[in-house]
């Protein structure tokens, strides 16, 4: 009985545990669907990306750039940029350097830009007090991500946030998997429930029959003599 009840046991803990795995990989466990690399940008009165870095990852881009006063975000054609930042000092963004990192360059020059509030050069922009964010959708053409404060005073900080395809292959088959345990643990405990215990049926039918030979017990029988059987 015991090995029996510990065979149910031993289902219905795998049900729960492959249950609890499977739920766990599509809520608690799952992964970030967004990865964000940042880099301190205060080098310079300016920051723009190389070409490609935009691109490095599939899907759109949020670009999101702090400092103290005005900022702004801004997509400029890649000859435009160049020309806009001059001899300006700068900073590069050049790659990740980590999965959460941007890797830079500092070019030294000049601590001033032109006055980037409504550039006729950028073709779109965001603009903001101590915080911009900007939405970079993938279009033909080289194209840059331009980050400045007011033309005199450096942004802070610039962060690019990526989507990341999350998968999770195993949390429906391990979802499956628990119901049918904890269904088969069911069964099995009805099963070797106390109806399928051996001689019960015999213990309820009384006391076994006599052996082959021997008088059944049973209450006397007592014997009617009719008078006509009766001779004088």
């Not at 759109?60 to 160049?82: F, I, K, N, S, Y």
């Not at 080289?142 to 990526?162: F, K």
């Not at 001689?199 to 007592?222: H, I, L, N, Q």
């Amino acid at each position: 009985m015991l090995v029996r009840r510990a065979l149910v046991a031993a289902v219905a803990l795998l049900g729960v545990a492959a249950l609890v795995v499977g739920i766990g990989m599509r809520t608690f466990w799952l992964p970030p669907d967004t990865v964000t690399a940042t880099a301190d940008v205060s080098a310079g009165p300016v920051a723009v990306t190389a070409p490609g870095v935009m691109e490095m990852r599939a899907g759109p881009v949020t670009a999101v750039l702090t400092g103290e006063g005005d900022v702004h975000l801004a997509r400029m054609r890649e000859q435009d940029a160049l020309a806009w930042v001059g001899a300006s000092a700068h900073t590069t963004l050049t790659g990740l350097s980590s999965e959460t990192a941007l890797s830079t360059e500092v070019t030294e020059g000049e601590a001033t830009v032109p006055d980037p509030a409504g550039s006729v050069m950028w073709l779109d922009s965001e603009s903001g007090a101590g915080e911009a964010t900007y939405s970079w959708e993938d279009r033909p053409g080289r194209y840059l991500l331009v980050a400045a404060g007011d033309g005199t005073q450096a942004p802070q900080r610039l962060a690019l946030t990526w989507p990341v395809e999350v998968t999770t292959p195993w949390a429906t088959p391990l979802v499956v998997t628990g119901i049918v345990l904890l269904l088969a643990a069911v069964g099995l405990a009805v099963w070797f429930g106390p109806h399928r215990r051996p001689g019960r049926r015999a213990r309820r039918a009384g006391a076994p029959a006599a052996p082959a030979g021997e008088p059944a017990e049973g209450p006397p029988t007592d014997t009617v003599t009719h008078p006509e059987e009766v001779r004088p």
